[in-house]
Every structure is written in structure tokens, then in C-alpha cells.
């Protein structure tokens, strides 16, 4: 039997562009972004099944399933499907188990770099920094440089992902992960993200205390000792605290914060802290 050939635009890829930007909206919490991934698939399924409806159906249920992954980085494994699906197409249907190992296959890869550059380090660490910072010195302009920061990046790398996965497949990630620059990204971005939140540590976490030794007829300072052994020492102990009750312990965020409130009013009116 004679493959097909179909003819997929730029226009249908930019399609499966606009679509999957709110990939997130259909979020559930039993296959996480299933319904917003086979939407943004829907145009190429629309031009190389639309003489197939068996193969339409194979294709919805194939996609219908589990997935989760980075969202910003979401659009790279959109773009590689869709380009697998398009070889499915052409070679009568024989490839949909492929598909779906590969798209499975795609979870973990594209999460490590996703999260790399805009959640546990990167983009996000970094806008949330300097708009934050920005704010605090009375600059209302740092919300709008905290979106720009981390949206533009966002939006440029969806676009860009989304039509290098459909241009080069599966030899894409391939490539990323031999040439060893995901390990060298993955390392500057976890340094840049310590650094800043050691910065901002030191620059808007206050604790000190006002307590004294009485030693003879000197009063020795506390705090004094505190700063002579390391600057910001308090501040640092509190913030590993917490860093600390909440991954080891997993105590919410919230509720420490309620906590933390709660205790430096009772240590501050006793004149603690």
C-alpha cells in the first residue's frame, strides 16, 4: 500500500501554538493536562485523520491519557507528537504505540529542563527577586518587570519549542541531552537561584535581638557577638528554619508563616527579638 504525504504548514503549527498556551486551564487531578493536550493537537489531527475516523479515535483515546510536565516547556513535546503523529498518518496507522511510549518517554527530560529554567531556578526565582525588590523601594514598576522577566522567556521558548519539536522530532532531545549543555544549564541555573535567595536573605529578612550579658560591670551586646561571628546571622538560622520545616518536615508555607508571627509577637513583647 502507498504512504500519504500531507502538507502541514507553518500556519498549522502556529495553530497548535495559540492552543496550547493555556495548556493548564483543563488541569484535573486525575491526568493533569490530558484535555488542554489533545486540543492543541486537534488542527494536525484535523488535516491527517480526516478521512480516518477509526484512526481519529485511536488518536483522541491515545492522548486522552496521563500527562504531566513543565507547562512552559509542554509546547517542545507537542510539537515532537506532532510531527510522530503526522509518520503515524503516513504509514497507515502502524506507529501509535510508538507514539505514545515517546510522548511518556518525554515526561521526565522535558520537566528537568522546564523546571530547571522557570520554577526551581531561573526566570522565576529571578523576576520574583527584582520585582520584589523593586516594590519594597517604593517602585510600583516591579510588578511589570517581575511579568516581563519571566513571560517574555516563557512565550519566546513555547513558540520556539513548538516548532523546533514538530521541524526535528525526537532527535531534538536526543541531541540536547548528549551535547551535555542540559547539565551546564541546569548548573548555572541553580547557582544564580541560590545566590539570589542568599541576597535577598541577607537584604530583607530582620532579626535581631536586643538581649545583653552582664559581665561584672560591662554590658556585653548580643547581637554585637552575632555580627562580630557572621552579619545577618540570625536572619540566616531563621530562613534555614524554614527552609528545613518545610522539606523535611512538610509543613506548609502558610501555616509557618502563621507561626512565625505568632512567635515573634510573644519573643518581641518579652523582648526577645
Not at 545583653?212 to 538560622?237: M, N, R, S, T, V
Request: aromatic content about 12%; some cysteine; hydrophobic content about 45%.
Amino acid at each position: 500500500m502507498t504512504e500519504k504525504t500531507f502538507d502541514i504548514t507553518k500556519s498549522d503549527i502556529n495553530k497548535m501554538f495559540w492552543r496550547s498556551l493555556p495548556i493548564e486551564i483543563s488541569y484535573n487531578s486525575e491526568r493533569l493536562h490530558n484535555m488542554f493536550y489533545v486540543y492543541s493537537l486537534t488542527p494536525i489531527f484535523k488535516k491527517i485523520y480526516k478521512d480516518n475516523p477509526q484512526a481519529m479515535k485511536e488518536a483522541l483515546v491515545r492522548h486522552m491519557q496521563f500527562y504531566n510536565t513543565c507547562p512552559q516547556v509542554e509546547a517542545l513535546v507537542v510539537g515532537i507528537v506532532a510531527a510522530l503523529e503526522v509518520k503515524n498518518a503516513e504509514s497507515n496507522n502502524t506507529m501509535g504505540d510508538t507514539v505514545e511510549a515517546v510522548k511518556t518517554s518525554l515526561m521526565g527530560p522535558t520537566g528537568v529542563i522546564g523546571d530547571t529554567f522557570f520554577q526551581t531556578g531561573g526566570f522565576r526565582i529571578i523576576s520574583a527577586s527584582i520585582g520584589a525588590s523593586m516594590c519594597i523601594a517604593g517602585n510600583p514598576f516591579g510588578l511589570l518587570v517581575y511579568f516581563l522577566i519571566y513571560n517574555v522567556p516563557n512565550y519566546l521558548f513555547h513558540w520556539w519549542g513548538i516548532h523546533q519539536g514538530f521541524k526535528y522530532g525526537t532527535v531534538f532531545i536526543d541531541k540536547v541531552v548528549n551535547s551535555g549543555i542540559l547539565q551546564k544549564v541546569t548548573d548555572v541555573c541553580s547557582i544564580v537561584g541560590l545566590s539570589v535567595i542568599g541576597a535577598l536573605t541577607s537584604a530583607y529578612v530582620s532579626l535581631s535581638t536586643p538581649l545583653k550579658l552582664e559581665y561584672g560591670k560591662q554590658a556585653i551586646e548580643i547581637q554585637k557577638l552575632f555580627d562580630d561571628i557572621c552579619p545577618h546571622l540570625l536572619p540566616l538560622l531563621l530562613t534555614l528554619l524554614c527552609a528545613w520545616l518545610m522539606r523535611k518536615k512538610n509543613v506548609k508555607p502558610t501555616i509557618l508563616m502563621i507561626w512565625v508571627i505568632i512567635i515573634g509577637v510573644i519573643l518581641g513583647s518579652f523582648g526577645i527579638i
